[in-house]
């Protein structure tokens, strides 16, 4: 699947997520992810993205990512990578 949402990944429990970016552009946020599904490896970035749907990206993630991320939020917001 080419064409993955940032729904897709939240709802999606057969991938493995390696890398996450936070961007913040605007009044919004830019999310890239490396994620394995099965055998294949995908890149994504997802642009426009709301507080509340990085929120639900968040909770979807291990390795504590989802606190880091959350305190990136109420931070001063520079870009923050995540890396197992």
Request: aromatic share 14%; hydrophobic share 40%.
């Amino acid at each position: 699947m080419d064409e993955y949402s940032i729904g897709d990944l939240i709802n999606n429990e057969n991938i493995d997520i390696s890398r996450v970016y936070l961007l913040k552009d605007g009044d919004t946020f830019i999310i890239a992810v490396n994620w394995t599904d099965k055998y294949d490896l995908h890149f994504k970035m997802f642009k426009k993205l709301s507080f509340s749907q990085v929120i639900n990206f968040s909770y979807t993630l291990e390795n504590s990512w989802n606190i880091k991320i959350n305190d990136w939020l109420i931070s001063s917001r520079i870009p923050l990578k995540l890396d197992n």
